[in-house]
């Protein structure tokens, strides 16, 4: 998967700017996603490639289009120095990883091919050959993000009786 | 490690030994709350997701309290929405016109909270995540946190005449900024909390969110259990925070520093002492909200304007937080007072503290008020002006007309 590199407090409206927020529709969404800083971004991004960023990532209003939009991009994880605490609970909500790793984020160039494994936390820039550890997240967040988010995950478990 | 107060709380409901400042834990929850204005939005996710039980009927609370009694249709809708999915769900805490207090005031009053417990509510500025969470939490009771770090507010000193603890939590804002403490506690400690009452206790932790902080927290002591004593049954377990707990900074306050204070629009950090505001003309006080609308609030109120008449062209509005605080008024005289200085006393409500009805401002207009926010429109119009304060200021500011310490006019 390959890295997509942006700088410091992205905020939710470069994310996903307001004038779209009318729509529900996640793939209308993420055809705007990211398009103020980066108007290729849409054309550019495969299934599977991450977002890295530097610090206060989805800052701004706490609107969960943001995430939403990113997900539905293909986008299967944002590495950041740090995260707003409203778009973290969002993303995580929804089902989108998330990774705070300060050394990855600084250090991964755009373009770098990346893999991560969500069990160790373990973060691998192969272009530049260096690895990097986040904290693994637990694993009932892991099973909501498999699951497709926390309104998902919650379904599942409370039919099985949890 | 050691843990914090907060870190021990969410470590027991997690039911983990030890939890660390930025760990993701997975917590079961005491209390799931929701008002007037989030409630629906909650609903409409439980119901939308097909849940068919909450998971306590005594633990899933709602206050019918921003826009009621009903302004318009609309809040007179969501209200109704709500009454039909607390009888469908047979909730024992469903607080409607008539028993109903402002959320924050009514719970702590009510014995809904204790010490050592987690609670969750749908605050109206984060009902986004807020409403999915909080329908998530009425189905399942649990949810997840990330386990903050904090800061320590250490507390010493005495407080000076007229001082309460929304001059010092105003203050402390001034100090560390508007989000000086972000996503942190702030646990409170040291031998000047014993100058603090439980009032203003409850003041101080109702606007460590005006810091950015998770929560405020204070430990258990004599003045605490005395508060608890006719109110919470249960049993309850306090939580002190272990020598060495981790702590991302120490702020110091002597209260022997702290006066009356005010702040300006449109930041709560925007804090200078209440005699700088000499000059400012006010066209309104409020007197009321989930920070200021206790019996010792009322209290100090009517101290000031016992005797006095409001200035000219100065409206008064008076907002008991709860029904009990409302009838205590009544009994102790106080409604008099206020009658007599020319004020209106209102049922409980939020109704001006977001702009929602009971005292909107017009362009142009300037309010002294003990709410807890002061950005641009909070009241009612953008241009109007909100200044932070305690009763004992607001009630000062509206017999002069200006921002007046309450030592000028007693
Ligand atoms: S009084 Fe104001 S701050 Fe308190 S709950 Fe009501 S609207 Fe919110």
Redesign the pocket.
């Known amino acids: 998967m390959r890295a997509h590199k942006y700088g410091d407090h992205v905020d939710t409206d470069v994310i996903i700017p307001a004038r779209y927020l009318a729509s529900q529709d996640e793939k209308e969404l993420a055809s705007h996603c990211m398009e103020d800083i980066d108007k290729n971004f849409h054309a550019k991004v495969k299934t599977g490639d991450i977002i890295v960023a530097g610090l206060n990532f989805g800052c701004g209003s706490s609107r969960e289009h943001a995430p939403v939009a990113i997900k539905a991009s293909g986008i299967s994880c944002v590495i950041a120095k740090s995260f707003a605490r409203i778009f973290y609970r969002n993303a995580i909500n929804i089902g989108l990883a998330i990774l705070e790793c300060p050394e990855a984020a600084e250090n991964i160039s755009d373009n770098d091919e990346v893999s991560i494994n969500f069990d160790t936390g373990e973060i691998k820039d192969l272009t530049q050959n260096k690895i990097y550890q986040a904290e693994p997240f637990p694993e009932f967040i892991k099973n909501m993000i498999n699951e497709g988010g926390l309104m998902a995950s919650l379904k599942h478990n409370l039919k099985k009786g949890d | 490690m050691g843990m914090t107060m907060t870190q021990k709380i969410l470590a027991r409901h997690a039911g983990l030994d030890e939890v660390h400042s930025g760990q993701l834990i997975q917590a079961k929850l005491d209390l799931v709350m929701g008002?007037d204005i989030t409630s629906p939005v909650a609903i409409n996710e439980f119901e939308s997701a097909g849940f068919n039980e909450v998971f306590d009927s005594k633990k899933v609370v709602m206050v019918m309290?921003?826009f009621t009694p009903n302004k318009d249709i609309k809040s007179a809708t969501q209200c109704k929405q709500c009454r039909v999915f607390a009888k469908r769900f047979g909730l024992k805490n469903f607080f409607d016109v008539g028993e109903m207090g402002?959320?924050?005031a009514l719970l702590p009053e009510k014995g809904l909270v204790a010490p050592g417990e987690a609670i969750i509510g749908a605050d109206?500025h984060t009902c986004t995540y807020g409403a999915v969470n909080a329908g998530a939490a009425m189905a399942a009771g649990y949810t997840w946190f990330k386990v903050p770090a904090a800061i320590r507010v250490n507390v010493t000193g005495k407080k000076k005449n007229f001082v309460s603890g929304k001059d010092l939590i105003l203050y402390l804002i001034g100090k560390i900024g508007v989000d000086g403490a972000l996503y942190k506690s702030l646990e409170f400690s040291g031998e000047g909390l014993k100058e603090l009452t439980m009032s203003d206790r409850l003041t101080i932790a109702n606007m460590a969110i005006e810091a950015g902080a998770k929560n405020g927290i204070f430990p258990v002591d004599d003045i605490t259990r005395e508060f608890l004593r006719e109110r919470v049954k249960r049993e309850w377990t306090a939580y002190y925070p272990d020598e060495s707990a981790e702590y991302e900074s120490v702020v110091e306050l002597d209260l022997n520093d702290i006066d009356c204070t005010v702040s300006w629009p449109h930041l709560p950090e925007n804090a200078k002492p209440a005699a700088e505001g000499k000059n400012i003309k006010i066209d309104q006080i409020v007197i009321g909200?989930?920070?200021n609308g206790r019996i010792d609030d009322m209290k100090a109120a009517a101290e000031i304007l016992k005797g006095h008449h409001l200035a000219e062209g100065v409206r008064g509005i008076i907002i008991p937080a709860t029904q009990s605080v409302y009838r205590e008024c009544i009994k102790l005289g106080y409604v008099d007072i206020f009658l007599d200085a020319g004020c209106i006393v209102s049922t409980p409500t939020?109704g001006p503290?977001?702009g929602g009805h009971m005292g909107v401002l017009a362009a142009g207009e300037r309010c002294v008020s003990t709410?807890?926010?002061n950005f641009v429109g909070r009241m009612g119009h953008i241009d109007s002006e909100v200044y932070l304060a305690s009763p004992a200021v607001a009630a000062a500011s509206g017999i002069t007309g200006f921002i007046t310490h309450p030592k000028e006019v007693i």
């Open positions: 008002n309290d921003h402002i959320e924050h109206s909200s989930c920070t939020c503290c977001l709410t807890n926010r």
